[in-house]
């Protein structure tokens, strides 16, 4: 019954993958971001809490580093709007200055 | 089985989210399956880590809803050949998996390394925050 655990983190970032490769809508990108990071964390913590051993520091530690790594993507996406009036990425042809 | 309800339920909202048509709709399914995956994390490892992993999420995704409030755009979908592509290999990929973790028998157990938090930890996520901070001041003020 545990493998449930497994399976749902291991399609979380299987279906995170598929929606970053495969649409262009730059919010919905920083979802799928966000389901790899979820799916991560959740294996992380199944496989700790299989080891027995209290890990939640680490845990909340790695929460909190993906959690900077989705507001720094957020003010990309700031700029990206302010910059182009855009969010679709099929639209950019070049995002040097 | 709390467990494994709370990970199905997030699975769900969370599949519900990605796939839905509208993106306020999608940020708010998302707000919901984080939850209960962090209600499973809790489980997992201990009720803060899951309740401080909910809240920083959580609040990411309401700014993220604002910030499409005022960047609102018309969702112009599109199919081209590498959204077919990656949609077949990550079924492709998903089979796999599911054949792998129902039928492979485990052969290695999960053990990481087992330390306590120490002040070398604290420094370098100080120094994870200051960068970031740092990078995104820099972006915000080259963006105009």
Known sequence: MTNIVLLASSTLILVGIVVVAATRNIIK???????????????????????????????????????????AIMTALLLYWFRFKTVDTRTIESVGG | MILELFTIAGLLFVMLSLFSGRVYAAIILMVLGTISLSMAISELVGFDAGLIIASLYVSALIIALLIWLIVATPNIPKVDKLSIASIILGLFAFAALFLSTQFVEHLATPKPISRDISFADYVLLTILILTSLVTSLWFVREGG
Do not use: C
């Open chain 1, 29 to 71: 990108i920083m979802l799928g971001i966000q389901t790899m990071s979820l799916g991560s964390v959740l294996m992380l913590a199944y496989a700790f809490s299989q080891s027995k051993q209290i890990s939640r520091d680490v845990v909340v530690i790695i929460g909190i580093a993906t959690a900077i790594s989705e507001v």
